[in-house]
């Protein structure tokens, strides 16, 4: 993603030193507190967890307020504090008061502003390549995706938002672009067409459909909670018949948040007779979640199977030979988009960090040679 983002944090001195009265047990000053500095001493960039030291002189209990200073979040006699203000783009104050013997106090103030900030794209060399080429195969489709536009000749943008699932987006070509090697989708948190979130949808429908083969996608996937990527497939006949009568053959969904980054989904829908029927399977990385580098996502699709890959790993296969799966003996096209939200995801929350992206470098089909 280009936006990569990640938290961090800078402190400066908001105010300067008070004595308050706290009460009038000493009026001569004597155990009066005195010279108190406060010290940020780290900063967890992705965490949001800060440290800090206060010292002062002549002080027998600290107290940490963040904002307003009506109850303490912490409060000790050491003067040394760790707190975590959490993701999320914020500005606090926290105020500590050092207490002296004399029950007066002084108190002092940082400002904390927690930003996120571009961490640069993934390198599109990070990660995994697929081959280009196989034996007893030939390339009839690629579109790397090199220029300084998607492609018409390609790619329809579907644009609207009356979607499935709940999802909360509303498509737009707006959101969607090619540059330096990659297609970039972007889904942003924005208003428009009565949606909280915008993001871009596309296909190849009635331009680039495919009965059988081989198709490789190398991508690198957003990440956070209510982000659902996809690439997948639609049976051409489904203006005539619907769906699930077209079929649909998912080749990589991710739903995004809860640790999910690591997984992802290859899925089957067709009718079997009685309505919609579904089979698929789940890939989990012992690596790099898939937001962090570049993988390939594949099907290999002939007259009996269809196979899923993840960086050439099979992790599921099925039998499409049975007369009820029927719809996966045609031709199909294919659909890039990053949804938000919906049943399956779940919606975003504080978490989700926006912008959003799906980056591809590439898709490339390839068919048995004659
Ligand atoms: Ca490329």
Not at 233 to 241: A, E, F, T, Y
Not at 338 to 362: E, S
């Amino acid at each position: 993603m280009f936006h990569f983002t990640r938290i961090s944090m800078i402190s400066i001195i908001l105010s300067l030193l008070f004595v308050f009265c706290d009460n009038t047990d000493k009026p001569d000053g004597t155990g009066d507190p005195a010279n108190l500095s406060i010290t940020v001493l780290s900063v967890d960039m992705e965490t949001g967890d800060v440290t800090l030291q206060a010292t002062a002189d002549n002080t027998v209990r600290y107290l940490l307020y963040i904002d307003a200073e009506t109850n303490p979040a912490d409060s000790n006699t050491t003067g040394y504090f760790e707190y975590s203000f959490g993701p999320g783009e914020a500005t606090y104050e926290i105020t500590v008061r050092a207490y002296g013997e004399s029950g007066r106090y002084i108190k002092g103030s940082k400002e904390i502003v927690i930003q996120l900030v571009p961490d640069g794209p993934v390198p599109l060399d990070s990660g995994y390549f697929s081959a280009l080429s196989y034996a007893g195969y030939s390339m009839v489709w690629q579109d790397e995706f090199n220029g300084s536009a998607v492609e018409p000749a390609n790619w329809t943008f579907e644009v609207g938002g009356e979607w499935y699932n709940n999802e909360l987006q509303y498509y737009r070509s707006e959101n969607a672009w090619v540059s330096e090697g990659t297609l970039t989708i972007e889904a942003r948190k924005e208003n428009f067409g009565g949606h909280n979130y915008t993001s871009a949808r596309m296909i190849t429908q009635n331009k680039k459909s495919f009965q059988y083969g081989r198709v490789d996608i190398r991508a690198v996937l957003p990440e956070g909670q209510g982000i659902w990527p996809a690439l997948w497939m639609l049976g051409q006949n489904i203006s005539s018949v619907g769906w699930p009568k077209c079929g649909e053959i998912d080749i990589m969904e991710m739903i995004g948040g809860q640790g999910r980054e690591n997984t992802v989904h290859s899925t089957m829908h067709w009718d079997d007779g009685n309505g919609h029927a579904s089979y698929g399977l789940s890939y989990t990385t012992t690596g790099k979640n898939f937001h962090e580098k570049y993988h390939v996502f594949s099907i290999i699709w002939d007259e009996y199977t269809i196979k899923s890959y993840v960086d050439d790993q099979l992790y599921f296969t099925i039998d499409i030979t049975p007369a009820a799966l029927s719809e996966f003996h045609q031709k199909h096209f294919f659909i890039f988009n990053v949804a938000v939200g919906g049943i399956w995801p779940g919606n975003p929350d504080n978490t989700t960090l926006f912008p959003q992206q799906m980056k591809v470098d590439y898709i490339r089909v390839f068919q048995k040679s004659k």
